[in-house]
């Protein structure tokens, strides 16, 4: 397969179709959708699906005494959530994804086996080797495309808060990996700064 540095939104509905059950298909949906970390997801019950305002609420894992994250989600994947939980019989506090990591990472490589993309092909810069698809680069799909459509700090802001991390700094890699993302802001850039317009004499 061709060389990548992010899963594609074309990349990610294909790994989606390449499914095999519905709890599997929703759980790639929420990752993709979502950018949360596989251990979260797996932690969703629920009580934590808000259709009627789009959004997950995401516990911290690591400390109970930190308030859970709001992730926003479109509604209709949440109900489809919701629906899936009536069907199982699951009750408010009920694990959505009840298994573990591993799994997570085996149903990750299982739909892409079936989506054709089952060779190592995703590598940032900084790698050597190339990658498989995994859970974790759902994450950074996320991450990616969010920045490539960026355009102001407060976006940047906004991609930590739905990531979860503790630091900017970990969010500033998305707008590094996106070469997209350095042309666009280029662009808007020299919109208005031209000093060759500039210095030329008026006519």
């Known amino acids: ?38 251990s979260e997801a797996l932690a969703l019950r629920p009580q934590d699906i808000d259709p009627g305002s789009s959004t997950m609420m995401i516990p911290h894992l ?31 506090q009920d694990r959505i994804f009840p298994f573990t990591r591993q799994m997570g990472y085996y149903i990750a ?10 060779k190592p092909f995703l590598s940032y810069p900084e790698w050597k080797e190339k990658h498989f698809v995994s859970p974790h680069r759902f994450r950074d799909a996320v991450g990616t495309n969010w920045a490539i459509g960026s ?3 407060e976006d940047l802001r906004a991609l930590q808060e739905a990531l979860g991390h503790a630091h900017l700094e970990t969010t500033q890699k998305y ?12 662009s808007r850039f020299m919109e208005s700064y031209d000093p060759l317009a500039v210095a030329s004499p008026k006519k």
């Open 109 to 118: 490589r299982e739909a892409a086996f079936n989506a054709g993309m089952d």
């Open 175 to 186: 707008f590094k990996l996106s070469s997209e993302n350095l042309r666009r802001a280029y």
């Open 1 to 38: 397969m061709e060389r990548k540095s992010y899963l594609t939104p074309e990349d990610l509905r294909k790994l989606i179709e390449g499914t095999t059950t519905q709890r599997n298909r929703l759980l790639l949906t929420v990752l993709a959708y979502s950018g949360v970390r596989i």
């Open 151 to 153: 355009k102001s700090l």
């Open 62 to 92: 690591k400390s109970k005494d930190k308030n859970p994250r709001m992730v926003a989600m479109p509604p209709i994947i949440l109900e489809d959530i919701l629906a899936y939980a009536r069907e199982n019989k699951l009750g408010p």
